[in-house]
Nanobody, 131 residues
Framework: QVQLVESGGGSVQAGGSLRLSCAVSGITYNRNCLGWFRQTPGKAREGIAGGFFGFFGGGSTHYSASVRGRFTISQDNDKNTVYLQMDSLKPEDTGMYYC?????????????????????WGQGTQVTVSS
């Protein structure tokens, strides 16, 4: 059974940084396909970062317009962990952040940033950015 556990959320002032971690464990899964999403009360879950990572390096990453240039998705295969580095945080970045993985994926932003594409989810970690 695939399990994902997020950590690293917290409260930060606008302009600050946070790094979220997502530990992935369980039976065979595709470490190539990893995504980050966020949700605020009353709103649909939003895809903000998605990565298709090649076994031998390379691959591609995609970001929503709202975070592009400020957030970076990466992974550490040895630690089975995916990260989301968040810089220049804004109050509108406040929300519950979730990581996701899937056995197969398509390396396109329309697939990677669509919540319905993903089958395995973590429980979420809260990020609060104050002005």
């Amino acid at each position: 059974q695939v399990q994902l556990v997020e950590s690293g959320g917290g409260s930060v002032q606008a302009g600050g940084s946070l790094r979220l971690s997502c530990a992935v464990s369980g039976i065979t899964y595709n470490r190539n396909c990893l995504g980050w999403f966020r949700q605020t009360p009353g709103k649909a879950r939003e895809g903000i970062a998605g990565g298709f990572f090649g076994f031998f390096g390379g691959g591609s990453t995609h970001y929503s317009a709202s975070v592009r240039g400020r957030f970076t998705i990466s992974q550490d295969n040895d630690k089975n962990t995916v990260y989301l580095q968040m810089d220049s945080l804004k109050p509108e970045d406040t929300g519950m952040y979730y990581c996701a993985t899937e056995e197969r994926c398509v390396s396109s932003p329309s697939w990677l940033l669509r919540p319905a594409s993903w089958g395995y989810w973590g429980q979420g970690t809260q990020v609060t950015v104050s002005s």
